[in-house]
Structure formats: C-alpha cells, structure tokens
C-alpha cells in the first residue's frame, strides 16, 4: 500500500525560504518519479516539480531559480527546497507517486506566504 506523508509546511513572510518534505513506503522508492503539486484555493491542482529515479528534475516556470526538488533514496524521502517565496505560492502542497498506474498522494501541508 502506498503511503506518502508531507511536512514542512508554514506560515512564512514574503521572501523567506521553507522545507518540505515527503516520506515514502509501500514502494520500491529508488524506481520511481516523484513529483510536488500544489492547490491554492479555488484554483485546481498543479505540477510545481518532479525527480525522476535518475535525479532529472522539472520545474514549472514560476518556481524556476526559486525551488529545487531532491530526493534521498536511503531515507525514502523527496524534499523541496522552496526560496524566495511569493505571496503567490500561497498554496496547499502535495506529494505525488504513479505505481503501476495508480495515483497516489499524500494529505497535504499548508504553506503561507504573507506579511
């Protein structure tokens, strides 16, 4: 059974850097691409940053320069470093891992960017 589990989510000034955090199990971890989503509210959710199982990464426009997504096969555990963080990633942010066409996600962690 797959299960992931966010942390590292909070309140923070515009500017201010955070770390998340996504803990795997149910899987073979090291095979798979994982991915970061976020969901602001009202708005659907959407792809922030993926790493594949040979450490290629993908960031959408916005967050380019700003975040960068990393992985520790030992730990089971995809990060996301978050810098320079707007107001605009306002969002509530999601771990996300395709096994064998099955999509799962983990329960979410709230980040807040405001003064």
């Known amino acids: 059974q797959v299960k992931l589990e966010e942390s590292g989510g909070g309140l923070v000034q515009p500017g201010g850097s955070l770390r998340l955090s996504c803990t795997a199990s149910?899987?073979?971890?090291?095979?798979?691409?994982m991915s970061w989503y976020r969901q602001a509210p009202g708005k659907q959710r959407r792809l922030v940053a993926r790493?594949?199982?040979?450490?290629?990464?993908y960031y959408i426009a916005a967050v380019k320069g700003r975040f960068t997504i990393s992985r520790d096969n030992a730990a089971n555990t995809v990060y996301l470093q978050m810098n320079e963080l707007k107001p605009e990633d306002t969002a509530v942010y999601y771990c996300?891992?395709?096994?064998?066409?099955?999509?799962?996600w983990g329960q979410g962690t709230q980040v807040t960017v405001s003064t």
């Open positions: 149910g899987f073979t971890f090291r095979l798979y691409s």
């Open positions: 996300n891992v395709v096994v064998a066409g099955v999509s799962s």
């Open positions: 790493i594949t199982n040979d450490h290629s990464t």
